[in-house]
Structure formats: C-alpha cells, structure tokens
C-alpha cells in the first residue's frame, strides 16, 4: 500500500470526532461512498468531504473506482487505507470453535471449525486456541494482524474483557480473557457475548435501512444482540437483550441456571429441547441430535421444537411491541428448524400489533454459524482503531463508547 497505515497512531492524530465516525462507518462497512456516509450522518456534503479528504489525507481511508448510481456524476468507492490488514477471531462453543479471518468491512476467509473443550478452562483451552489462530495469521501475514476476536457463550464484562458467572463454563468466571488475548498476540483483542457478536456481524451484511434491530440466538442457551441506528446497544449496566431469564407462564417452577424458576431458557433452548425429549423416552444428548431428529420429521421432536418456538415468539412479542424494530433475526442452531421459526413469526404476528408488523422482517441470520464470527472480527478491528486514534490523541469511534461498566447476561 501506499501512505500510512490505517491503523498508525501517528496518522490518527487531531482526527475529528466526524472524522472517527466516518472511518468506523467505512471500517464496518455500513458506507462505502460520501453520499452514504452524508446520508447516514445527518450532515451536508461538504462537511462529510472534509472529513473524507482529512481520512485521505493521513491514509486512514482511500478513494478508488466508481459505484454505480441513479444519475449525475459517478461515485468513489471508499475502503479502508489497505487491503490486507485483518483480524483473526473464533466463536467458541461446548465442543468446538468456529474461527476464521476478519476484514474490514465485514468479509470473511479461511474459516473452519477446530476442537475446543471450554469445560477445559481458560489456561489449558486458550493456549490451544491461540496456536490455531497464530497459524492463521501467519499463513494470512502476521505483519497485517490488527486485531483478535472472541465471541463466548456466556455473559461477558466488557470492560474487564471476562466471562462472569457463565452457567456453562466452567473455570471462566472472571478470567482475563481480553488481557490474556493482548499479551499472546501483541495486538488489541475484543471479547463478547455470542449474541451481541451476531448482532453486529449481522449488521454488516443487512439493508442499510435495517437500523433498529434484534437479533436471537438460540443454540443450548438463548441470548439477544440489540442495534439501535447501527449501533450495539448495551443499555445502563450491559444487560440489554437479557430475554433468556423472563419468566413465562409454561415454565412453572422447572429451575434455570440462574437459580430462578421458569424462565425462557428452560422451555424454549436448545438444552430444555434436550430435557423434554428425554422426558419423553426419546434418545438424545445435545441441540444437534434434537435437530437432526426434527428434520427427519420425528413427531415428538417436530412438536417440542414448535412449542419452543411458539415461548420465544411470546417473549419476543412483548420485545417487539416495545421497540418496533425493523427486523428480527434468527441464529444459533435451532433456526435452522422451518418449523421453530414458523412459530416465532407466528406469535409474533399473532400478539404484536399491526402497526409494528406492518413492515418487520421475521427471517434466518443470513451469515448463519458465521454471524458470530464476522461480529467478534468487527469487535476486534475497532479495538484496533481506537487504540490507535486514542494513542494519538484524536477522537475515539463511537462504538467503543458503548461499553458499558457491568457484564450483558444472556
């Protein structure tokens, strides 16, 4: 590349606020020409020009080709100042972790699904982990790694980069993760909830006019990712999208591993799928066996699924009225059942009012198992970029100023 680094501190420094936005917007690949990013922003042409050529300037961001448009004069494309920088970034699961490389805007590459035992801890799973994404870097040019993500199923403190209290991890709770990530790589490093990461990496790869959304996992637990005009929304303490722990009225007093009685997640997740069916003389051991099951059209299996299905409508019901998004999406593996998400879209057409239907979408994470993935890349690329504008004293991006001092529980 030609110009300085996108991500040099040096060359960030007396970037404006609009400025940083501009970059972060480019960055995620919500814009990619001015008329976009005036659009977006609310300001006038010339304002966002000036920003523009300030990016240019100090070779943050680069101007190339034309899109196409409607009429009059073509439009520049705008990337980020280079073409190879990345991040490497892993979803992790009980059993396994999907990884991949992350790049600015949103695309994805060389992913594959490792081994990964959480129930091993932190200090003999992470080391593991770090190898395999080591490679990856290397393989991909260790000198262009900027950034490395993580997306864990359980509630994460951002702040203090660790897992807190997680019901399915044992070891975690309150190990550094992020800290650990930093002083192994050398670069900054993002860790999340896995909801939250599918919320972003969504967001990436969804119509622009899509801005106030909620996105479902729901895979052994369930969790809910939030954006509100393209942003993560955390809430006061980093707990918003916690509909797993409503109590509802199917529940009865079956307990939760929040220590409470019935709540969502023991009727509608993938593990309560797990205990139903076995209460019921059915052979099965995870979320996986309940879906392949499912797709067989097993009887037992197909009505338990629409069941869970028709509880997380009648949450997200209440959810919906509440916020009217534009759209809701579906991941983790059980919305890849027809029969689950028939169920969610009908409760939620059934029980929200017309008004706030009337142009909702109801439909599966378009990215599927890689949501996640493509979210902790984007959590971990705008580390990056914050460090080095506030190492230089210019104006840090918006979306780092979203964390939130308390862990978001899911």
Request: aromatic residues 4%; glycine residues 12%; negative net charge.
């Amino acid at each position: 590349m030609t110009g300085i680094s996108a991500w040099d501190g040096k060359a960030a420094k007396g970037t404006s606020a609009l400025a940083a936005r501009v970059l972060e917007l480019v960055a995620s690949g919500q814009a990619s020409s001015r008329a976009e990013l005036a659009g977006l922003l609310g300001v006038s042409a010339s304002t966002i020009s000036l920003s523009v050529a300030q990016l240019v300037e100090r070779g943050l961001i680069a101007e190339e080709g034309t899109q196409s448009s409607t009429g009059g004069r073509p439009r520049k494309a705008l990337r980020l100042g280079s073409n190879d920088e990345f991040a490497v970034a892993a979803d992790l699961g009980g059993r396994h972790a999907r990884i991949g490389v992350v790049l600015p805007g949103g695309g994805l590459t060389d992913v594959s699904t490792v081994p990964f035992l959480i129930a091993d801890g932190p200090e003999a799973a992470l080391p593991r982990l770090a190898e395999t994404l080591e490679a990856l870097a290397e393989q991909r040019g260790r000198d262009q790694l900027r950034g490395v993500g993580l997306s864990l199923p359980g509630p994460v403190d951002i702040v203090s980069g660790s897992a807190v209290m997680p019901s399915r991890m044992p070891g975690w709770n309150r190990f550094p993760v992020t800290a650990w990530l930093e002083e192994r790589f050398g670069v900054p490093a993002a860790v999340d909830n896995d909801a939250n990461c599918m919320a972003v990496g969504e967001h990436t790869v969804r119509p622009a006019e899509h801005r106030k959304t909620i996105m479902v996992k729901i895979g052994s637990a369930i969790g809910a990712g939030v954006m509100v005009d393209g942003h993560l929304y955390r809430g006061a303490t980093g707990a918003a999208g916690d509909i797993t722990h409503i109590r509802i009225g199917g529940g009865g007093d079956i307990p939760c591993s929040c220590g409470n009685t019935g709540c969502l997640e023991t009727v509608a997740s993938g593990a309560a799928l797990v205990r139903i069916l076995r209460e019921r003389g059915v052979d099965v051991s995870s979320p996986e066996d309940v879906v392949r099951l499912a797709v067989d059209a097993d009887p037992e299996a197909t009505r338990a699924v629409r069941r869970a299905g028709d509880y997380l409508g009648q949450v997200l019901a209440a959810n919906v009225n509440f916020f009217n998004p534009d759209a809701v999406y579906l991941g983790g593996i059980l919305s890849t059942l027809e029969p689950f998400v028939a169920a969610v879209r009908s409760q939620l057409y059934e029980s929200c009012h017309p008004l706030v239907t009337e142009h909702l979408a109801i439909e599966r994470a378009s990215l599927g198992a890689d949501a996640g993935l493509v979210g902790a890349g984007q959590f971990a690329l705008q580390r990056a970029m914050a460090h080095a504008l506030r190492g230089a004293g210019g104006a840090e991006p918006a979306t780092d100023r979203f964390r939130a001092p308390a862990p978001r529980h899911a």
